[in-house]
């Protein structure tokens, strides 16, 4: 690939990033160059040293504890069909550097799409009005980042070609519609970028990664006797094209047929006070959003979260252990590097019942005297990091999943958790559940819809009373996680979980509306 200039390249990529609309074929091997991540930056921008500590220098020219810079090259395609024909084809490019200057708990920004010299000593610029101090001085050389390999691509990877992907939904529509003459719609989609991003701070360290992320989905709509339910489901990651094979393929379209199909004789529960047993993988999503926002180290360093008092007291049983991690292979939150140059890493919150600690980006870590979590995250270049969940999960316990169900006795089963609402401080919290089951005598019965549950974080963590030796993670690729504007992917998982009670709210009705 011949070399651009810097300018020829992002007028080059503006064009280019129109013509994604309406050419499903273009891809980002058009413009992400066949080399290692290693010296990208450096070799389609001429970002060498020399230039980012005189740009470290300027954001820290009137002071301030540390400064750094964070380039971001990325291209996003997505491919849909509906019912086997093409309806949606779409890209997005990003292109830019943001540019920090913290002091305390205080941060200047600027950032810039345009990679010259000016624009970017511009943004340093106003990142350094922060402070009006003496200049703080920069390290004289900058030592590369050592990382994990957490979602391991060719050095030559450039996303996932069109022409692959429409195969592949063309099997999911093909597979949807072979599984149930009930069904009377499919619409199948393949999202996928490439994104490469190098990190470098005032204190010497500098990162890049070249992070691949994507996922498949199905959406089906099947009726009977004229009425119509409708389903979604998904798998992806941080994973390149081998991943979806025909195994998945299954599986997709499978989990989303079987669960429109069940919901045509799905009830609803009766309302009120319940034990509820959480099923493994995707309910996950409970622990994420009910209990570990709540984790995160600026909610309680500005003491808006409830666990702002409780490190190292008891905040569950003794059998439950909640960890944080950017180490799993492949899922949607794994870190290679994090957005302020930290390796990712596991992170233990709860162990056996005990709060041991937070999710900490560098503010927060300096604030409480520990090392970062790894848990800066941004969302693009135009934000600046702030403590983010990576994948979160609990441990598994000793019983079998038939021995929580049966310990529940009579309460509700949830498969699926989605449309959640919380209250960081207080943790108070409401959920939909699409899917589950009754659960009657300590066994599971009748399927359930149009449900929701609602509690408290804190206090369903103390009322978790069982739980199975079946952990799972959720493989989805969909999801984001929102948190002040920000959206980031992240993954979760939990194993088969009794939670004592649950307010839940219903009508018992065959194939009842909520």
């Known amino acids: ?86 309806n949606r084809s779409y890209g997005n490019i990003s292109l830019g550097v943001g540019i920090r200057t ?28 922060l402070c009006n101090l003496k200049a703080t001085p920069v390290v004289a050389s900058f030592n590369s980042l050592k990382t994990g390999n957490y979602y391991p691509v060719a050095i030559d990877y450039n996303g996932i070609p069109a022409n692959s992907k429409l195969q ?31 990190v470098v701070t005032s204190d010497g ?17 099947a009726e009977r006797n004229g009425k119509r339910e409708q389903s979604f489901y998904n798998m992806g990651g941080h994973r390149d094209f081998s991943f979806y094979t025909d195994e998945v393929i299954n599986k997709v379209s499978t989990k989303a047929v079987n669960n429109a199909l069940t919901l045509f004789d799905a009830i609803q529960p009766p309302a009120g006070e319940v034990p509820v047993v959480l099923g493994p993988g995707v309910t996950g999503i409970l622990l994420h959003e009910a209990i570990g926002h709540g984790m995160e180290a600026d909610f309680n360093r500005k003491k808006i979260s409830t666990f702002s008092s409780m490190i190292g007291k008891k905040v569950a049983e003794p059998f439950v ?3 944080d991690d950017g180490t799993n292979m492949n899922l949607a939150g794994s870190l290679n590097v994090d957005d302020e140059g930290t390796p990712g890493k596991k992170t233990i919150l709860v162990e056996n019942g005990i709060l041991t600690g937070y999710l900490h980006d560098k503010i927060s870590a300096k604030h409480y005297g520990v090392e970062p979590t790894g848990n800066g995250r941004r969302q693009d270049f135009q934000n600046y990091p702030i403590p983010r969940m990576r994948n979160t999960y609990m441990l598994g316990g000793n019983a079998s999943p038939e021995d929580v169900i049966r310990q529940a006795g009579n309460g509700i089963y949830v498969e699926e958790v989605s449309n959640g609402q919380v209250k960081i401080g207080e943790g108070d919290f409401a959920f939909y559940v699409p899917q589950g089951r009754m659960i009657e005598n300590g066994k599971l019965t009748a399927p359930i819809k149009d449900v929701n549950i609602m509690g408290n974080g804190p206090k369903m963590l103390t009322n978790i009373i069982m739980l199975a030796n079946n952990l799972e993670m959720d493989y989805g690729g969909a999801g984001q996680c929102g948190k002040n504007g920000q959206g980031v992917p992240v993954s979760f998982g939990l194993p ?13 009705q065959k194939g009842g509306q909520s």
Do not use: W
Not at 205 to 221: K, Q
């Open 1 to 86: 690939m011949k070399l651009l200039s810097r300018r020829k390249f992002i007028q080059d990529a503006a064009l280019t990033g129109g013509a994604l609309l309406l050419l499903p074929e273009l891809e980002a091997s058009m413009l992400l160059d066949k080399q290692p991540s290693g010296n990208y930056f450096l070799k389609e921008f001429g970002i060498d040293e020399k230039l980012c500590q005189k740009l470290l220098t300027k954001a820290l020219s009137k002071g301030g504890d540390f400064a750094d810079l964070y380039f971001e090259y990325s291209v996003l395609n997505h491919l849909g069909l509906e019912d086997g024909k093409v």
């Open 102 to 129: 913290v002091k305390g708990d205080q941060i200047g920004y600027g950032f810039t799409q345009e990679l010259t010299p000016e624009s970017m000593l511009s943004a340093a610029a106003t990142a350094s009005t």
């Open 168 to 198: 592949v939904l063309q099997n999911i529509n093909e597979k949807c519609f072979s599984l149930s003459p009930e069904v009377v719609k499919v619409n199948a989609g393949f999202q996928s970028s490439a994104k490469r991003v190098m």
């Open 205 to 221: 360290v500098m990162a890049e990664d070249l992070i691949p992320h994507g996922y498949v989905y199905a959406s089906v709509v």
């Open 321 to 323: 252990t909640i960890i």
């Open 496 to 508: 088969t979980c009794l939670v004592k009670s649950l307010t839940v709210g219903g009508t018992r």
